[in-house]
Nanobody, 121 residues
Framework: QVQLVESGGGSVQPGGSLRLSCAAS????????MGWYRQAPGKQREMVAV???????NYADSVKGRFTISRDNAKNTVYLQMNVLKVEDTAVYYC???????????????WGQGTQVTVSS
């Protein structure tokens, strides 16, 4: 199986910073895209940022210029640096990875358990 374990969530005041990490482990042949999604209470899960294996990135308009996604392919780890945090960034953040478990397998999306980010004064 494949496990994604997130860390780095917590509480911060508006304008503060947090860095999320997500490490994938298990039966992994290769990982295509990795990304971060978030879900606030009463709202649908939304894409925050994604990064391909080659390093191309895509961001939600609401976080452009404030958040930076990066990855370490050797460690199967994706990061999300979040700066100038706003109250509206409060949500559970989930990482995802598109994993190929063998050379013959179809890429499958896996999700982490989520980590809470709370921004409040």
């Amino acid at each position: 199986q494949v496990q994604l374990v997130e860390s780095g969530g917590g509480s911060v005041q508006p304008g503060g910073s947090l860095r999320l990490s997500c490490a994938a482990s298990g039966s992994i042949f290769s990982i295509n895209a990795m990304g971060w999604y978030r879900q606030a209470p009463g709202k649908q899960r939304e894409m925050v940022a994604v990064i391909t294996s080659g390093g191309s990135t895509n961001y939600a308009d609401s976080v452009k210029g404030r958040f930076t996604i990066s990855r370490d392919n050797a460690k199967n780890t994706v990061y999300l640096q979040m700066n100038v945090l706003k109250v509206e960034d409060t949500a559970v953040y989930y990482c995802t990875a598109e994993v190929r478990r063998s050379i013959h397998s179809v890429p499958t999306d896996y999700w982490g358990q989520g980590t809470q980010v709370t921004v409040s004064s």
